[in-house]
C-alpha cells in the first residue's frame, strides 16, 4: 500500500474520531477547525519543530595525568545529526576507538585521548562544520587538581582554547546565555506569551499573569531538573502545543463576546500551564546536564536567563502595539489584525500538537 495513502486515510479517520471526542467534551468547533486544516497540510508537509537550537555538548575530565575521558553529544534534529566534528590538535590522539551511542534525539560518543605534553591547557579544539548551523556547544572541562571551565562556543566562532579556571563566573555565565537563548528561540513558549498578551488587555492583570507563569514554571523547572519529578518528554511537548491552542481558542472566543476561562481567570490558567512549560524548560537543560559542583548556580541562571529572554519578548510586542495605536489605522487593524494573529498561533499550535501526537507512534 502507498505509504502516503495510507496516512492520509489514517489522518482522515482519526480526524472524524476526534471531532466527535471534541464535540461531546464541549469544545467550540472554532477549535476543531483549526485542528483539522492542520491536519490535512500535515500529511502532504515536513515536521516543522519548536526546539531546533537545542545545543551539542563536549564533557572532558582528566582521569588521569595527561589522559582525559571525552563525552561528545550532538544533538538529532528531523532525524538528522548535527553535521558537527570534533578536531582536537595534532599532539591529541584517541588511546582507542570511540563508543558511539544513538539515543532518541542525540548521539553520543565517548573516548579516551592522551596529550603529548601532559595537558590540554592552552591548546585549541575546533568544532569542523560548526559555523554552518545555529546551534552552540556547551563545553565543560575539568582536570585533576579540581580546576575546571564551562564556555558557550558560537557558530561565530567555532574553536575553543581549553583555559582552566576555577570559573563559578564562566558557569553562571554560559548558562544564562543559554537560558536567553532558549525562551528566544522556544517558539512555542514564545506563542504562549503573545497569546496571554493578546487576550489581557489590562496591563495590571498582565503582570499578574506573567508572574503567576513565571512562579510555577520555575517550580517544576527546579523540580524536574534536579530529578525529584520525572515527566516524560513527548506527552510535555505535545501537552504545551495544546495550551497554546486552547488560549488562542479563548481568544477568539473573546473577540466573538464569549468570555472563558482565560478571559476571567489568566493567572490561573497561566499558573496550571506554567506548571507545564516548565518541564519544557527542563527538558532542555537536562539535555545539556548540570555541573555538579555549581548546579544551584547553573539552574539559578539559566531560569534568569528564561526571564530575560521572556521579558525582552514581552516588552517588544507591547512596544509594537503602543506604536501601532498611534496612527489613525488602529481600529481597521484591531478589526483585522488580532483575529489574524491568533489564527496564526492557534495554526501553529495545532501543528505542533498533531505532529507531536503522532510522534508517538513513529
Do not use: C
Not at 575521558?69 to 582507542?96: A, C, E, Q, Y
Request: net charge positive; hydrophobic share 50%.
Amino acid at each position: 500500500m502507498n505509504k502516503q495513502f495510507f496516512y492520509t486515510e489514517t489522518s482522515t479517520w482519526t480526524a472524524v474520531k476526534m471531532k466527535a471526542m471534541l464535540l461531546r467534551l464541549g469544545f467550540s468547533t472554532v477549535f476543531f477547525q483549526i485542528l483539522l486544516s492542520v491536519f490535512t497540510v500535515l500529511a502532504f508537509v515536513t515536521p516543522l519543530s519548536a526546539h531546533e537550537t537545542r545545543p551539542a555538548y563536549l564533557e572532558i575530565k582528566e582521569s588521569s595525568p595527561g589522559q582525559y575521558n571525552v563525552l561528545w553529544r550532538t544533538p538529532v534534529l528531523s532525524g538528522m545529526r548535527l553535521p558537527v566534528k570534533l578536531k582536537f590538535p595534532d599532539d591529541v590522539h584517541s588511546i582507542k576507538d570511540p563508543l558511539v551511542i544513538e539515543l532518541a534525539d542525540s548521539i553520543v560518543e565517548r573516548r579516551i585521548i592522551e596529550s603529548s605534553d601532559g595537558t590540554l591547557n592552552r591548546k585549541r579544539i575546533d568544532f569542523i562544520g560548526l559555523q554552518g548551523t545555529i546551534t552552540d556547544v556547551l563545553v565543560r572541562t575539568q582536570m585533576l587538581d579540581g580546576t575546571y571551565s564551562t564556555t558557550l562556543v558560537r557558530p561565530s566562532q567555532p574553536w575553543i582554547d581549553i583555559t582552566m579556571s576555577s570559573g563559578a563566573f564562566a558557569v553562571a555565565g554560559a548558562y544564562l546565555v543559554h537560558g536567553i537563548e532558549h525562551i528566544l528561540f522556544g517558539f512555542d513558549h514564545l506563542l504562549f506569551v503573545l497569546a496571554l498578551v493578546l487576550i489581557i488587555r489590562s496591563f495590571r492583570v498582565l503582570l499578574f499573569t506573567i508572574t503567576s507563569f513565571t512562579i510555577a514554571h520555575s517550580i517544576t523547572l527546579a523540580l524536574a531538573t534536579l530529578g525529584w519529578v520525572n515527566v516524560p518528554g513527548p506527552p510535555v511537548e505535545a501537552a504545551i502545543a495544546l495550551s497554546i491552542l486552547l488560549v488562542a481558542v479563548e481568544t477568539i472566543r473573546q473577540e466573538k463576546g464569549r468570555s472563558g476561562m482565560t478571559a476571567k481567570w489568566p493567572w490561573v490558567v497561566a499558573f496550571s500551564f506554567g506548571l507545564l512549560h516548565g518541564f519544557g524548560f527542563a527538558g532542555a537543560l537536562t539535555s545539556i546536564g548540570l555541573p555538579q559542583s555549581d548546579i544551584p548556580l547553573a539552574l539559578f541562571t539559566f531560569n534568569v536567563g528564561v526571564e530575560i529572554g521572556q521579558l525582552t519578548f514581552i516588552g517588544l510586542v507591547l512596544g509594537v502595539i503602543a506604536l501601532v495605536r498611534r496612527f489613525k489605522t488602529t481600529a481597521i487593524l484591531e478589526r483585522y489584525a488580532l483575529p489574524a494573529t491568533t489564527y496564526v498561533i492557534g495554526s501553529l499550535a495545532a501543528f505542533w500538537f498533531i505532529e507531536r501526537l503522532t510522534g508517538f507512534w513513529r
